[in-house]
């Protein structure tokens, strides 16, 4: 995530330039104003976000300025970013609060509530969306349920994951003494293996980085072949003509290139959106609740249930995104009001699909439009795919940089090695792509795989670990119950998609 679009304004952890010198301690990070709390309390969640996207990009150590930039991706720049923002510093977000000694003022503008919450509603209200009516079809009345817990598990644990960053000093006041994913990680894992953590935090970004990737080729040569009249092709020409206009993302420096796009991407989402419910609205004569199945293919369900974490994951970017809030008290508030949005939207538009194509429902919902819509719309969600890929590419090169360089790769052919990286990373998207052209079941798998250890299990975990004597029994048995329901989740849906791939081959081989 986060079926994991990118946000439509990035926001990406600013801090001013100092040397390692001159950097504050773990002490000194900048505090929050004093907030008092009882054992297993919520109300501590009271926490701050970063600025603008500009100024967060250059203080993040990628070297470049960047605008916002598109979906639930767009939180993909992610803890890279927040992480080198880290090692920055950090400077007050709360009005009132004192910056540690030595600590320059912040040259980062900062951004509201409001612009808060429009990146997190965009990271978890893009493209993928238009895959949960499918995920609705296999899952029946269970999917409305899903499409429910999700959405309060996640916002949940969101909420967990930023109180990892944040310790009590001798006067109870919070303190920020962690400024990533990777940061929480590595803390809890500290007695084990100092850096275990973090690679495991950093080989999740890239799978779900590089997997988001993919399906958004999956979609753009899936409505190539639709959109255009013609002798038939194979399907790896189609993929081929969907890859060859993002080549040049390979020698992208600079997030200002992509973040431009972002305001197409949205007002692209907003047109195919608005046409998929106006349609649906036209066919309401053809509506029948008895479409909606009660009783489901559990294997089938399971895979529905990826889908349906895929597509509100934003937990990887929430630490770069905290720190950048005015008012970090507002951030629980924020969390809750997205969700509930963003939980009634996807119900109400998976609804409505739904009932307008009951068993007809494809993978791609705009697929059931009428012939001439839907030859336009998916011009639209083509160029929207196109240009929502650069952000995720992006980021997942960075984070695959970085590592590299932490193995003390030769600065005189980091520039080589980083073209390389990415055009093995492009290429990479492009076969998985070509070979596995099953958007539902990829969907599915990977929020299996990523979604659900990002945004269920490890939050948990690491909430668990690190605020153990401060919870209450309540929230104990809660975590307990979200990582036990995690792995179920997490293994059965492996299993299931694993299998509707290799049977979606033995069909295609027939």
Request: charged share 15%; net charge neutral.
């Amino acid at each position: 995530m986060g079926e994991r679009d990118i946000v439509t304004t990035l926001v990406f952890s600013c801090a001013p330039q100092q040397s390692s010198s001159s950097r504050p301690k773990a002490q000194e990070f900048s505090t929050v104003p004093s907030v008092r709390r009882h054992p297993g309390e919520m109300s501590w969640l009271r926490l701050g976000w970063p600025a603008t996207p500009e100024g967060l990009l250059r203080g993040s150590g990628f070297g470049h300025s960047g605008h916002g930039d598109e979906e639930r991706l767009g939180l993909a720049q992610r803890d890279e970013l927040s992480h080198t923002y880290g090692d920055e510093g950090e400077v007050s977000a709360e009005r009132g609060a004192q910056d540690p000694p030595g600590t320059p003022p912040s040259i980062c503008p900062r951004i509201t509530t409001w612009e808060a919450g429009w990146n997190v509603t965009n990271a978890i209200q893009g493209i993928f969306v238009l895959g949960l009516p499918y995920a609705l079809l296999q899952s029946g009345y269970l999917g409305l349920l899903l499409l429910v817990l999700a959405a309060v598990i996640c916002s949940y644990t969101g909420k967990i994951l930023i109180s990892c960053l944040y310790e009590e000093d001798e006067e109870g006041r919070l303190i920020r003494v962690r400024n990533s994913y990777e940061d929480v990680a590595n803390a809890c894992c500290a007695g084990l293996c100092p850096r275990l953590g973090g690679v495991v935090v950093n080989a999740a970004q890239v799978v779900e980085l590089s997997m988001t990737c993919v399906l958004y080729l999956v979609v753009s040569s899936n409505l190539v072949s639709h959109s255009f009249l013609g002798p038939p092709l194979p399907l790896a020409a189609w993929s081929m003509a969907s890859v060859l206009p993002l080549v040049p993302c390979v020698l992208i420096r600079d997030l200002r290139v992509v973040s431009r796009l972002s305001l197409l991407c949205s007002l692209a989402q907003f047109l195919i959106t608005f046409t998929v419910v106006a349609c649906c609205l036209t066919q309401a004569h053809r509506w029948c609740w008895r479409r909606m199945a009660i009783s489901v293919d559990f294997e089938k369900l399971l895979v529905s249930i990826g889908v349906i974490i895929f597509s509100y994951t934003s937990q990887v970017f929430l630490p770069t995104l905290e720190g950048s809030m005015e008012e970090r008290g507002n951030f629980s508030s924020m969390m809750t009001w997205t969700h509930v949005l963003a939980c009634v939207f996807k119900t109400a538009f998976s609804m409505l699909a739904f009932l307008t194509w009951g068993e007809d429902t494809k993978e791609v919902i705009t697929d059931n439009l009428p012939a001439a819509l839907r030859t336009v719309v998916n011009l639209c969600l083509l160029a929207k795919a196109l240009l929502s890929y650069p952000l995720p590419f992006y980021a997942a090169a960075e984070v695959l940089q970085g590592c590299v360089s932490k193995w003390g790769a030769d600065s005189t052919r980091r520039a080589g090695t980083a073209l390389a990286l990415r055009g093995c990373l492009l290429l990479l998207t492009f076969l998985i792509a070509t070979f596995v052209p099953h958007f539902s079941l990829l969907m599915g798998l990977t929020g299996s795989v990523t979604g659900a250890a990002m945004t269920f299990l490890l939050p948990s975990l690491f909430h668990l670990q690190l605020k153990w004597s401060k919870l209450s029994r309540k929230l104990k048995i809660f975590d307990v119950l979200i990582v036990v329901l995690g792995s179920l989740c997490s293994l059965s849906g492996i299993v299931c998609s694993v299998k509707g791939l290799i049977e979606a081959f033995g069909r295609k081989q027939t």
